[in-house]
């Protein structure tokens, strides 16, 4: 650390010349700063073209930005002009009456001359003396704005030209209401390759007609190719008797906005300081196709606060790492959906090849997972305490050499495991639980297969973890092994959020179709035809998508462990004959997992035996003297469980019905026309196991029954399994309505995206 913070002690050099013992100071203490409060070191931004200037030599210019700024196409915005007759350009998104540079998005010809306009700024130029004065009480330590001395810094310069311009969006003062019904487009066109932001104008005419947006227009638009995005069209006005007094920006200090606040400056004004005059001049834009706005960038500067992970988990997949399917994304208030090219509005692409060629690194995703958190104080400020990638150095992965060639059409099972060498987590549960981690992975045979292990204890520990994974797929082929060392926090019994394992194993998933929701620590083992059944379910419906296919779970009401004498045995995978001869002779009582109170679950799981005994072991004849009745009895059951699921998104049942006893299991085409929808971390307990079936439901995916594919868990094994905070309704509408309320919302907006002609 103390290497990188002797890069930005570099602002205080002629402060400090000669001083050398004073820099390893400053560089120490800089150090610590940057350790405890990294935020601090936006305040360095207006002076990186002189800290990182030896990185820069060969370029002519350089600019700085924000992490909460979603980019559009920004070599379309950005003119010849800007680059050849400016010093600085600045984008904003409209309230030009303040005349500052924005930390949005600035950037400069990279001159000596410009690069040094900061030293006007003391609280980094004599930043040793800040500092001393810091230390020994005097003042505290508080962020100071890069756009307040700065821009104040920039606007008295002689001889400089600056350009304010408008060419960003934001969700402040925003007063379309298009842009909160329709949200803000970012398109990423037929190749990846693009990213055009764009959103609905004003009305509802302009509403109606951004629905009926061709695909892909930008692709197509001669004006959006090859013309100028804005231009100033009238003469300049001076702006010299337009100044007000300093009060226009709360969160710049007064002495910094004596000469930033002015009056009589519209929107449609582009700004501009010329030797040391500032004028106004009005610019014209290019028509896009049915009347939609088009800007460089889009700012997240109220909807940020209230946004969460989860919320944002679209952006995990991406078009030509994810088989080419989505070809962009809506964002809204309420989060982000992916636009796929398997819904109405952007048509399914030919996908010309079988295979997934991994590049070098390209295996996982760089997205980040909060594996732990300590709960909210309020829902605007989700706190994480434990966030980590597959890419986080306290993550060790492990991939078959031909992980990198997976065929799109086979099925990756994901499997989430829990262990802990806490005193309170006996050593024989460890042991049980790899070697059910072992059954499963020998029932998926050469199929591709997901281990995800968080592992909270001793470093010796996680060896001995990491050993016997090793053992488990030594034999196999396209696997992907991650295991999640807890080194902070490795007397942690709470343990990880089993959503969060979840939603981080599946998006590194590379096919298209997913079984998702075997949560190890809950002891359960695949039956032993479940990968083929699993197989024949989607060869049926080869060419159709938006499929989920629920699997059966099924507890084993009495003792085993004297009928089954090998270990082996005692951990082997059931079949569906099992299932049927043994409920036949009532040789074993088949309950479903976690014998639920909860009607509709029971429902579910009383259908899928129905259908797995029907279309397994009924004969032709055998259906053919099924009573008419009970057929359609049947048809109906199956029918009403849609609609029943999608019904739970309703407001008045969103508690009781999403309470499920445990995740179902479930085969997931990622093809579908909304993508991969994740489990929601933030929620724990058993209250909204249903959600994310309730969503597929609500967006038109067929929910189906996969018969004769289930797994069990057997009774002795019951010990193992995690226990599940419960569900308290009370409780869950203070901390949760908010966000069930919001993800419900963006539900019905993924559906009406998807709906779209």
Same mark, same amino acid.
């Given at each position: 650390?103390?290497?990188f913070?002797?890069y930005f002690?570099?602002?205080?050099?002629?402060?400090?010349?000669?001083?050398q013992?004073?820099?390893d100071?400053?560089v120490?203490i800089?150090s610590?700063?940057?350790k405890?409060?990294?935020?601090m070191?936006?305040?360095f931004k207006p002076?990186?073209?002189?800290?990182?200037?030896?990185?820069i030599?060969?370029? *002519?210019?350089?600019?700085?930005s924000?992490?909460?700024?979603?980019f559009?196409?920004?070599?379309r915005?950005? +003119?010849?002009?800007?680059?050849?007759?400016?010093?600085i350009?600045?984008?904003s998104? =409209?309230?030009?009456?303040?005349?500052? #540079?924005?930390?949005q998005?600035?950037?400069?010809?990279?001159?000596?001359?410009?690069?040094?306009?900061?030293?006007?700024?003391l609280?980094l130029?004599?930043?040793?003396?800040r500092y001393?004065?810091?230390?020994?009480?005097?003042?505290?330590?508080?962020l100071?704005?890069?756009?307040?001395?700065?821009?104040?810094?920039?606007?008295t310069?002689a001889?400089?030209?600056?350009k304010y311009?408008?060419?960003?969006?934001?969700?402040?003062?925003?007063?379309?209401?298009?842009?909160l019904?329709?949200?803000?487009?970012?398109?990423?066109?037929?190749k =990846?390759?693009?990213s055009?932001?764009?959103?609905a104008?004003?009305?509802r005419?302009a509403?109606? /007609?951004?629905l009926?947006?061709p695909?892909?227009w930008f692709?197509?638009?001669?004006?959006?190719?090859?013309q100028?995005m804005?231009?100033?069209s009238?003469?300049k006005?001076? #702006?010299?008797?337009?100044?007000? &007094?300093?009060?226009?920006?709360?969160?710049?200090?007064?002495?910094?906005?004596?000469?930033?606040c002015?009056?009589?400056?519209?929107?449609?004004?582009?700004?501009m %300081?010329?030797?040391g005059?500032?004028y106004?001049?009005q610019?014209?834009e290019?028509?896009?196709?049915?009347?939609i706005v088009?800007?460089?960038f889009?700012?997240?500067?109220?909807?940020?606060? *209230?946004?969460?992970?989860?919320q %944002?988990y679209a952006?995990?997949?991406?078009t030509?790492?994810d088989?080419g399917?989505i070809?962009?994304?809506?964002?809204?208030?309420?989060?982000?959906?992916?636009?796929?090219?398997?819904?109405?509005?952007?048509?399914k692409l030919?996908?010309?090849?079988?295979?997934?060629?991994?590049k070098?690194?390209v295996?996982?995703p760089?997205?980040?997972?909060?594996?732990s958190?300590?709960g909210?104080k309020?829902?605007?400020?989700?706190?994480c305490d434990y966030a980590?990638?597959?890419?986080?150095?306290?993550?060790?992965?492990?991939?078959s050499?031909?992980?990198?060639?997976?065929?799109?059409?086979?099925i +990756?099972?994901?499997l989430v495991l829990e262990?802990?060498?806490?005193?309170a &987590?006996?050593?024989?549960n460890?042991?049980?639980?790899?070697?059910?981690?072992?059954?499963n992975?020998?029932?998926?045979?050469?199929?591709?297969?997901?281990?995800?292990?968080?592992?909270?204890g001793?470093?010796?520990?996680?060896?001995?973890?990491?050993?016997?994974?090793?053992?488990?797929v030594t034999?196999?082929?396209?696997y992907?092994?991650?295991?999640?060392?807890?080194?902070?926090?490795?007397?942690?019994i709470?343990?990880a959020?089993l959503?969060s394992? %979840?939603?981080m194993?599946?998006?590194?998933?590379?096919t298209?179709?997913?079984l *998702?929701?075997?949560e190890v620590?809950?002891?359960?083992?695949?039956?032993?035809?479940?990968?083929?059944?699993?197989r024949r379910?989607?060869?049926?419906?080869? =060419?159709? +998508?938006n499929?989920?296919?629920?699997?059966g779970?099924?507890?084993?009401?009495?003792?085993?462990m *004297?009928?089954k004498k !090998?270990?082996?045995?005692?951990?082997?995978? %059931?079949?569906?004959?099992?299932?049927?001869?043994?409920?036949?002779?009532?040789?074993?009582?088949?309950v479903?997992?976690?014998?639920?109170e909860?009607?509709?679950?029971?429902?579910?799981y009383?259908?899928?035996?129905d259908?797995s005994?029907?279309?397994?072991?009924h004969s032709q004849?055998?259906?053919r003297?099924?009573?008419?009745?009970e057929?359609n009895?049947?048809?109906? !059951?199956?029918?009403?469980?849609q609609?029943r699921l999608?019904?739970?998104?309703g407001y008045?049942?969103?508690?009781?019905?999403?309470h499920?006893s445990s995740?179902p299991?479930?085969?997931?085409?990622?093809?579908g026309?909304?993508g991969?929808?994740?489990?929601?971390?933030e929620?724990?307990?058993n209250?909204?196991n249903a959600? /994310?079936l309730?969503?597929?439901?609500?967006m038109?995916?067929?929910?189906?029954?996969?018969p004769?594919?289930f797994?069990?868990?057997?009774k002795e094994?019951?010990?193992l399994?995690?226990?599940s905070?419960?569900?308290?309704?009370?409780?869950?509408?203070?901390?949760?309505?908010?966000i069930? /309320?919001?993800q419900i919302?963006?539900t019905?907006k993924?559906?009406a995206?998807?709906?779209?002609?």
């Amino acid at each position: 650390m103390e290497k990188f913070a002797s890069y930005f002690v570099q602002v205080a050099d002629r402060h400090l010349e000669g001083r050398q013992e004073d820099q390893d100071k400053l560089v120490k203490i800089l150090s610590r700063v940057m350790k405890r409060s990294p935020y601090m070191l936006v305040e360095f931004k207006p002076a990186f073209g002189y800290i990182f200037r030896h990185f820069i030599q060969e370029y *002519s210019h350089w600019g700085y930005s924000d992490f909460d700024v979603a980019f559009g196409d920004l070599p379309r915005w950005i +003119t010849r002009g800007e680059l050849n007759d400016w010093d600085i350009v600045t984008y904003s998104y =409209g309230d030009q009456e303040r005349i500052y #540079l924005r930390g949005q998005f600035t950037f400069h010809q990279n001159k000596e001359r410009i690069n040094n306009i900061w030293r006007k700024c003391l609280h980094l130029s004599e930043l040793d003396l800040r500092y001393e004065k810091i230390l020994a009480g005097e003042k505290k330590l508080e962020l100071i704005s890069a756009e307040g001395c700065y821009s104040n810094a920039v606007i008295t310069t002689a001889n400089i030209a600056v350009k304010y311009s408008v060419k960003a969006m934001s969700d402040v003062q925003d007063h379309n209401k298009n842009s909160l019904e329709y949200g803000i487009t970012i398109a990423i066109g037929k190749k =990846g390759d693009r990213s055009v932001l764009y959103k609905a104008g004003e009305g509802r005419e302009a509403g109606e /007609r951004f629905l009926r947006l061709p695909k892909f227009w930008f692709e197509k638009d001669k004006y959006y190719s090859t013309q100028d995005m804005q231009w100033e069209s009238s003469i300049k006005q001076n #702006l010299n008797e337009s100044k007000v &007094s300093p009060g226009c920006m709360y969160w710049m200090k007064e002495e910094y906005q004596t000469d930033i606040c002015y009056k009589g400056i519209t929107s449609s004004d582009t700004v501009m %300081l010329i030797h040391g005059q500032l004028y106004k001049q009005q610019f014209e834009e290019q028509i896009f196709p049915h009347k939609i706005v088009s800007r460089s960038f889009f700012h997240f500067q109220e909807w940020k606060r *209230s946004l969460r992970t989860d919320q %944002l988990y679209a952006f995990s997949h991406r078009t030509m790492e994810d088989n080419g399917k989505i070809v962009g994304w809506q964002l809204f208030q309420e989060g982000a959906v992916a636009l796929s090219t398997t819904s109405k509005r952007f048509p399914k692409l030919n996908i010309p090849s079988k295979k997934l060629k991994a590049k070098t690194d390209v295996y996982v995703p760089s997205t980040f997972f909060c594996i732990s958190s300590s709960g909210k104080k309020s829902h605007s400020s989700p706190e994480c305490d434990y966030a980590v990638s597959w890419k986080s150095i306290n993550v060790s992965t492990k991939t078959s050499e031909d992980w990198g060639e997976v065929a799109e059409e086979d099925i +990756t099972l994901v499997l989430v495991l829990e262990l802990n060498s806490h005193p309170a &987590s006996l050593p024989d549960n460890n042991q049980h639980l790899l070697k059910i981690l072992e059954a499963n992975v020998k029932v998926w045979r050469t199929s591709p297969v997901i281990i995800l292990v968080y592992v909270s204890g001793t470093k010796d520990f996680a060896s001995f973890v990491s050993n016997q994974l090793d053992k488990i797929v030594t034999s196999r082929t396209q696997y992907l092994v991650g295991i999640i060392h807890d080194k902070i926090r490795n007397d942690h019994i709470e343990g990880a959020n089993l959503n969060s394992l %979840l939603n981080m194993a599946e998006a590194a998933g590379r096919t298209r179709w997913l079984l *998702s929701g075997m949560e190890v620590n809950r002891g359960l083992v695949l039956s032993a035809e479940a990968l083929l059944f699993c197989r024949r379910a989607i060869y049926a419906h080869n =060419g159709a +998508t938006n499929d989920v296919y629920i699997l059966g779970q099924i507890d084993f009401d009495s003792k085993i462990m *004297s009928e089954k004498k !090998s270990s082996t045995e005692m951990y082997s995978s %059931l079949s569906i004959s099992d299932i049927r001869n043994k409920t036949q002779s009532n040789a074993y009582k088949i309950v479903p997992k976690r014998r639920t109170e909860h009607e509709l679950e029971k429902e579910i799981y009383r259908t899928w035996m129905d259908v797995s005994i029907t279309e397994l072991f009924h004969s032709q004849n055998d259906v053919r003297r099924l009573h008419l009745d009970e057929i359609n009895t049947r048809a109906r !059951s199956s029918a009403n469980i849609q609609v029943r699921l999608a019904s739970v998104l309703g407001y008045d049942n969103r508690t009781s019905h999403l309470h499920f006893s445990s995740h179902p299991l479930l085969l997931i085409d990622k093809m579908g026309s909304a993508g991969l929808i994740p489990e929601i971390s933030e929620l724990s307990g058993n209250c909204v196991n249903a959600l /994310r079936l309730a969503q597929f439901a609500a967006m038109d995916y067929n929910i189906m029954m996969l018969p004769g594919a289930f797994a069990a868990s057997k009774k002795e094994f019951s010990h193992l399994e995690k226990e599940s905070s419960s569900c308290d309704l009370q409780a869950m509408e203070e901390h949760a309505t908010s966000i069930l /309320r919001e993800q419900i919302v963006l539900t019905y907006k993924q559906i009406a995206m998807n709906q779209i002609a």
